[in-house]
């Protein structure tokens, strides 16, 4: 739990102080369809098939921070130093 603490907060530091390439709403775009595709994968994948869970299996608020806390870091992260 300390490690995604620290995860967050480095990734959303690193966003925050990135240069920004992409308009506000190519940034509200693209993080809403990351968090979605990433939500419906786990769902499919954690509550129907019961292959995994990240910290417990079910849902739990953990669960909630890796996807608000991390996911849109990394997926604008990736977008604002893709080459073209």
């Known amino acids: 739990m300390l490690f995604l603490i620290f995860t967050v907060i480095i990734f959303n ?13 190519e940034i ?9 595709l ?3 994968v786990d769902i499919y994948l954690d509550l129907k098939y019961d292959l995994f869970g990240y910290f417990f299996k079910g849902v739990d608020w953990r669960s909630l921070l ?9 997926n604008l992260l990736f977008l604002n130093f893709f080459p073209f």
């Open 13 to 25: 530091g690193l966003v925050v102080f990135a240069p920004k390439k992409l308009s506000a709403i």
């Open 28 to 36: 509200i775009v693209t993080t809403l369809f990351a968090m979605y």
């Open 38 to 40: 990433e939500a419906i």
């Open 66 to 74: 890796y996807l608000f806390g991390i996911y849109p870091a990394i």
